[in-house]
């Protein structure tokens, strides 16, 4: 036999015992895979009564969005129709611009009243027909029947969260330009003496900008090296390159560059010259709610980028980016609280619970607004003002859960 026959043996047979060898490898990872899912699942811990609580829990939750959305619908219509039909609003933008984003927005803003309510409306009914009871007498405790009830909130809570952090922002977006055309025409389109840290040691100033036509006026930028001025440019205006295929391009009018070296000074100046400033018409212009326009990782890019620049119009987003972590989380403290009053059968039916249900729910939402409020205003760090209606209620749910019936 040749040589050149039996080196193409030896390597078929490496390839082959190479390919042996992956495969049980590839086995190896597909059959720990399995068993991660087959742990991770909740099949193994759901019984009957589980997926019961479970169907019954969803189920109205979507019916409590269903119905107290269509009512939020009949009132903003009642108020604005006045409105669309002044500035002649057509029917398909209200209807696919306006409606179709403001269900989303609204039913995931207010998910933790749904979550609430869907608690105390269908565990006191349970309660009320001793279903409750009959699930505890058999020598369920509290704790395990609470179990359905968290593998719900699970559910609830990331779908939530990926509605508000990836989804909503996009909706949003057509949601403020049809207000802009349709509805208030208020829209913030201009800045006056604008200045921000446009790169390490480079300060750039605007004395008007017009977000409508992308341009500012009375422009200078400052470099500075060891705290000293080396450079410093002046135009009358700036425009920014919309149809660039890359990001910070600007095109300067009537532009002057000094060039401060020592005792020396050079001069340059010209017309017209395309430049790279690291700034954009977003840096520019605040409008109110912008940062829920925002999805979370373009919130941690804006965030990092305004604070490098020592921007002071950052609060209101790092409020924004940690509320939606929190919030998505309340439904956990919400249900442990609902099911805890609820649970217990007594006279009178729902109405107390309910009531009680409503209270907590908006005290929940007003605390929201106003540590936000604070942390703008006041300056409480953004990340607790996000967390203080969770943090205020966890004492709430212990407290409930302890009195729960066992």
């Not at 009132?75 to 269900?103: C, M, R, T, W």
Request: hydrophobic share 45%.
């Amino acid at each position: 036999m040749k040589r050149a026959t039996i080196r193409k043996h030896i390597k078929a047979l490496k390839a082959w015992r190479g390919i042996r060898s992956f495969s049980r490898k590839a086995w190896g990872w597909l059959r720990n895979a399995g068993t991660l899912l087959k742990w991770l699942t909740p099949k193994p811990y759901m019984k009957r009564m589980d997926w019961y609580i479970m169907k019954k829990f969803i189920g109205t939750y979507i019916y409590a969005i269903v119905l107290i959305i269509s009512l939020s619908i009949v009132f903003d219509v009642n108020e604005n129709l006045a409105k669309f039909s002044q500035y002649n609003a057509p029917l398909k933008a209200i209807v696919f611009d306006y409606y179709v984003n403001f269900v989303p927005y609204f039913a995931n803003l207010f998910s933790p009243l749904f979550v609430f309510i869907a608690v105390i409306f269908f565990t006191s009914k349970m309660a009320g027909n001793s279903e409750i009871i009959a699930i505890l007498a058999s020598g369920m405790s509290f704790k395990r029947l609470l179990r359905p009830y968290m593998f719900s909130c699970v559910i609830i809570s990331l779908v939530s969260f990926y509605l508000g952090a990836y989804v909503i922002p996009h909706s949003t977006v057509i949601r403020h330009n049809f207000e802009t055309l349709y509805k208030n025409k208020r829209k913030n389109t201009s800045a006056e003496n604008v200045q921000l840290q446009v790169g390490p040691g480079v300060i750039a100033y605007i004395q008007f900008y017009d977000n409508t036509r992308k341009c500012g006026y009375g422009f200078c930028l400052d470099k500075f090296e060891n705290k000293k001025l080396v450079s410093h440019m002046t135009a009358t205006e700036v425009q920014y390159d919309t149809i660039s295929d890359s990001k910070f391009h600007w095109k300067a009018s009537n532009w002057k560059i000094r060039e401060l070296k020592g005792l020396k000074e050079e001069i340059t100046q010209g017309y017209q010259q395309d430049t790279l400033i690291m700034m954009e018409p977003a840096d520019l212009v605040y409008s109110k709610g912008q940062q829920e326009t925002f999805t979370s990782p373009e919130l941690l890019d804006y965030i990092s980028k305004q604070q490098s620049r020592g921007s002071s119009y950052v609060v209101q987003y790092e409020v924004e980016y940690h509320k939606r972590i929190a919030s998505s989380l309340a439904s956990f403290i919400l249900t442990i609280i609902g099911a805890s009053l609820s649970s217990r059968k007594r006279k009178g039916g729902m109405g107390m619970y309910l009531g009680i249900g409503l209270v907590l729910s908006f005290t929940y939402i007003m605390l929201q607004t106003v540590s936000s409020t604070f942390a703008i205003n006041a300056g409480l760090p953004p990340i607790l003002a996000a967390w203080v209606p969770n943090l205020t209620f966890i004492p709430v749910a212990y407290f409930c859960y302890r009195q729960a019936p066992d």
